[in-house]
Every structure is written in C-alpha cells, then in structure tokens.
C-alpha cells in the first residue's frame, strides 16, 4: 500500500527556512520520480520540485529555483524540501506526490499525503 507522509511544515518569518520530509512507504523511493507540489488558496495546486528515480536529478519551479532544494536519502526512504529565504508568497499547503510509474520529472502525480501547512508571516 503506497502512503506519504509529509510533516516539517510551520510558522515561520520571511527570510527563514524550513525542511519538509515526506516519508514514503509501500515502495521504494530511489525506483520512482517524486515530486513536491503546493497549493495557496484560491489558486490552483502547482508542481514546486521534482527528484527523478536512481541517481536524483532535480528539477525546480523558476519561483523557487536557488531557494529550495529537493533531496532523498535512499536508507529512510525519505523524500526532503529545504526552503531557504521564504517569502510570503510561498505560503501554501504543501503536498508530495508520486505515480508510482514514472522515473522522470515532471510528474502529475497519483499517490497524494495528506499535505503539510508553511506559512510565511511576520
């Protein structure tokens, strides 16, 4: 049975950071691309970042290129999002998501956690 869990969301204040985890279990990590996607409200959800299967390439949304970065360590079968220098506008729920199929980025994703909420407020 696919789960992701995410968690590490938070308040925080613009300029701050944060690392969102999203633990995946059912299968493993390294075989699947797995993205993070976000979703502010009223607005549509939006693809963030993306770790292709095996040996990780990245891939970023233009927004948050040089601020985030998605990583995955292979013995936690563990999917990350550091976040540095956040601004408000990066508030959102935010999702990981994977379709258990594709080993490339982008992804449109099928298997969905439950999301974890970033708010950027002083």
């Known amino acids: 049975q696919v789960q992701l869990v995410e968690s590490g969301g938070g308040l925080v204040q613009p300029g701050g950071s944060l690392r969102l985890s999203c633990a995946v279990s059912?299968?493993?990590?390294?075989?699947?691309?797995i993205g993070w996607f976000r979703q502010a409200p009223g607005k549509e959800r939006e693809g963030v970042s993306c770790i292709s299967s095996g040996a990780g390439s990245t891939t970023h949304k233009n927004a948050v290129k040089g601020r985030f970065t998605i990583s995955r360590d292979d013995a936690k079968n563990t999917v990350y999002l550091q976040m540095n220098s956040l601004k408000p506008e990066d508030t959102a729920v935010y999702y990981c998501t994977t379709d258990r199929s594709s080993t490339w980025c982008p992804i449109s994703g099928k298997y969905w956690g439950q999301g974890t909420q970033v708010t950027i407020s002083s």
């Open positions: 059912g299968f493993t990590a390294a075989d699947y691309a």
